[in-house]
């Protein structure tokens, strides 16, 4: 391998690592200053919008009209259902370090939803997604979830739909490579437009500079740079180096949170953290023995 080729491999990872675990705390000072829904559908409409357009301009083909409504199915799962219900969560209260911890574990409902479509987890696997509940179970307890049923509520929901959306992701029609993702970023931010009016969001006042920076943050960082690292890991490296940020994502959270974010994690969180990423581990590594390829998700971040 080349010294180039090291240094991309080295940014790329860069992106998935730090620049999504950062997202979490940006998206806490997003709904500071936009309504969780409508805040993250014009940040996905943007830049999913953007990505699309790049594509056709560099001669990717259009996709059909069934290709659009299985992006819009995964835009719904991913988008509405994944990092809509953490921005509600976080506008509640819960915080940033605490959302991320949830969100890691999101490969164990993943391995669950796999069951669902036909392939039940290993004796390793059932064992990682046991030791990882236990793990969402002390969380519960922690100081923003502890009374907080709705925080706590949002929290399992979320990664239970990103993990759906993942899954399905691979049986539904649709084209390959980044133009998928661009199609269920800009389908999903619709849909989150859609649901945030209907639901009646509304801006209490304009939006100071420091919530229209986290919204340009997440939308050309969060979304478009990190998104384009993660393809480049996966065409170059191993798959479990290339996913290897659902590990790493959680501890950047949950570092940034308490240093910049001045939030505060009580002895439940830090138990709960590596009980959560050991499960996740148990079930990566099960995958990664078994013939059958792992889940790759569409897109992991918030």
Avoid: C, H
């Avoid at 990682?128 to 009374?147: K, P, Q, T, Y």
């Avoid at 065409?235 to 479990?240: E, L, N």
């Avoid at 949950?254 to 990423?277: D, F, K, N, R, Y």
């Amino acid at each position: 391998m080349s010294a180039r080729n090291r240094w991309l491999i080295g940014l790329a990872l860069f992106g998935v690592y730090v620049i999504w675990g950062s997202t979490y705390l940006v998206l806490r000072y997003l709904v500071e200053e936009f309504p969780p829904f409508i805040g993250n559908g014009i940040r996905f409409v943007v830049a999913g919008g953007a990505l699309f357009g790049f594509l056709r301009w560099r001669g990717i083909p259009a996709p059909t009209v069934r290709q659009w409504w299985s992006a819009t199915q995964i835009g719904a799962l991913l988008m509405m259902g994944g990092v809509g219900l953490v921005a509600v969560a976080e506008a509640r209260g819960v915080g940033s370090g605490l959302a991320a911890t949830a969100v890691a574990a999101m490969p164990l409902w993943a391995a669950l939803w796999s069951g669902m479509f036909g392939r039940w987890p290993s004796p390793v696997e059932w064992l990682g997604m046991i030791v990882g509940l236990i793990g969402v179970v002390i969380l519960s307890r922690e100081g923003d979830f502890a009374g907080n049923a709705l925080g706590i509520t949002l929290m399992i929901i979320a990664p239970a739909s990103w993990g759906l959306g993942s899954m399905w992701s691979q049986r539904v029609n649709l084209p390959k490579g980044a133009i998928a993702t661009a199609m269920a970023m800009a389908t999903g931010g619709a849909l989150l437009l859609i649901v945030g009016l209907v639901r009646g969001e509304r801006f209490e006042a304009f939006p100071d500079f420091g919530g229209w920076l986290a919204l340009l943050y997440l939308i050309t960082f969060g979304s478009i740079v990190a998104f384009s690292s993660y393809m480049y890991l996966l065409k170059t490296v191993r798959p479990a180096l290339a996913t290897s940020y659902a590990y790493v994502n959680p501890v950047v959270a949950v570092v940034l949170g308490v240093t910049i974010g001045s939030e505060v994690l009580s002895g439940q969180a830090w138990i709960a953290l590596p009980l959560i990423l050991g499960g996740v581990a148990l079930v990566a590594i099960a995958k990664e023995r078994s013939s059958e390829p792992a889940a790759v998700p569409v897109l992991q971040e918030t």
